[in-house]
């Protein structure tokens, strides 16, 4: 367990705190992926979506949901985006219709022959090794991790 801090030893400036310095990172990756997406005519969302289905074909929508880590009110317009791009398909469950699982379609699954190439030139534009990288995306997954639990409603 940390030990509590002090007053005294909090960040001074807002470069010296965690949740800037994540999020600033998260757009300057956003600005590394840019030019390569827009290439395949995709956002970021929509490729981290599309990445996962790569993994895990006809996941339901709640399933995808957890794995991004986002509500259903942001990723069901991102959904209707690939939907209409062609590369999804969206169906209702035979045995709750409640259910909506998410399928790639040929154009969806032929999208990830570029995928190797992106992870390449993202890991290249670190700076870092492929072990420091692995340690610090634990880390950063860890400290994810902690923030959710702690601010989770019971």
């Known amino acids: 367990m940390p030990k509590p801090v ?19 990172a998260g757009h300057a990756f956003n600005r590394a992926y840019s030019p390569m997406l827009k290439e395949l005519n995709l956002t970021y969302p929509q490729y981290i979506a599309l990445t996962i289905l790569w993994e895990e074909d006809g996941l339901n929508i709640g399933e995808l949901c957890d794995r991004l880590r986002l509500e259903s009110n942001t990723v069901t317009p991102l959904l209707k985006r690939l939907e209409s791009l062609g ?48 340690a610090l995306v634990k880390n950063i997954s860890n400290l994810r991790d902690n923030v959710m639990r702690a601010t989770a409603v019971p």
């Open 6 to 24: 002090a007053i005294d030893d909090l960040p001074k400036s807002v470069e010296e705190f965690i949740c800037f310095n994540i999020y600033s």
């Open 87 to 134: 590369h999804i398909k969206r169906k209702r469950g035979e045995i709750d219709e409640r259910q909506v699982f998410v399928s790639l379609t040929p154009s969806g699954r032929a999208l990830q022959k570029h995928a190797a190439n992106i992870t390449k030139c993202i890991i290249e534009t670190t700076g870092y090794d492929l072990e420091k990288l692995e």
